[in-house]
């Protein structure tokens, strides 16, 4: 009995967590990624690379060439016109009905949730080349306004996902609050449920121009010569016919991964995406 009584408790059990294959897959993804980045960088200021882990000289004059030869300047500022406009609209008609999903519960509320998703799960392609015609028909093709309309069509998806759960975190004794003394319903939502709200319609902006810089199948199919995005472009310099230099291409693809990265990194400021979860009301 008293060797049972002192033998010694067993250890507690620590806590479970990432196996080291889950380390492992990470960082080997995150090797892959920036080896391809640092190979894009390093040969857009190579001056020659005939062999070996780096180049023989470096220059800027790829990036002065795309400037020029590319139009890089007037492709940039197509891109940020372009994401700043579906941004504007966007947000302007997305938060207001992610306020209306988030506090009222309505017939066909659910069915409505899976229409909104179907742009973002359904391929752009599917539902683009009918998009596309209908633009043409409408003589909206290949101009800046037919491009902005086609990344509208995912964006206004997504900014209602991404602001419905804001809403719904809100206490609504706020509102009620501010309609006993008085306000406005357009003044409750302007000054009491947007201040709140900030930093998820900033996310929201930004993670949609992030969308906008980035997505490629519906603005190729609508964009013309004079309205096309940097990662149209992009394909355009890459895989059109002729002779161009890689290393002009790599500084191309250089401020395109920059432009992205730096908004992404402003976004992921704003916002938790494990937190970007809608609950669904019967």
């Known amino acids: 009995m008293s060797q049972i009584l002192a033998r010694p408790a067993p250890r507690a059990r620590a ?18 990624v920036a080896g391809i980045f640092l190979s894009a960088l390093l040969n857009s200021f190579a001056s020659t690379w005939f062999g070996g882990w780096l180049p023989d000289a470096y220059t800027t004059k790829w990036y002065r060439f795309a400037i020029t030869e590319f139009d890089l300047g007037y492709v940039l500022a197509i891109t940020i016109l372009v994401g700043l ?5 966007s947000l302007a008609l997305g938060v207001p009905a992610a306020y209306v999903l988030a506090r009222q519960t309505f017939p066909g509320r659910s069915p409505l949730l899976l229409l909104l998703i179907l742009p973002m799960l359904v391929p752009p392609i599917t ?30 998806p997504f900014v209602v996902l991404i602001m419905t759960p804001f809403f719904e ?3 609504p004794n706020l509102e009620r609050a501010a309609r006993t003394l008085g306000a406005a319903p357009i003044q409750v939502f302007r000054r009491v449920l947007l ?14 121009l992030v969308r906008a810089i980035a997505l490629f199948e519906l603005t ?13 472009a992009l394909y355009y310099t890459a895989f059109a016919a002729g002779i161009r230099p890689s290393q002009a291409i790599d500084a191309m ?9 730096i908004v992404l990194l402003a976004a992921l400021r704003f916002i938790n995406p494990v937190n970007m979860v809608i609950r669904v009301r019967q």
């Open 169 to 171: 975190q809100i206490d």
């Open 15 to 32: 806590a479970d967590g990432p196996s080291w294959w889950v380390y492992a897959a990470v960082g080997v993804f995150a090797l892959l």
């Open 195 to 208: 201040p709140i709200a900030l930093p998820g319609v900033l996310a929201a902006g930004l993670l949609i």
């Open 253 to 261: 693809a250089v401020v395109y991964m920059i432009t992205g990265l």
């Open 85 to 89: 406009s579906v941004t504007v609209l």
């Open 127 to 156: 539902y683009g080349i009918p998009l596309a015609a209908m633009l043409y028909s409408a003589r909206l093709g290949g101009t800046l306004t037919g491009v902005i309309i086609v990344n509208i069509v995912p964006a206004l």
């Open 220 to 232: 190729f199919l609508v964009s013309g010569a004079r309205s096309q995005t940097l990662v149209v």
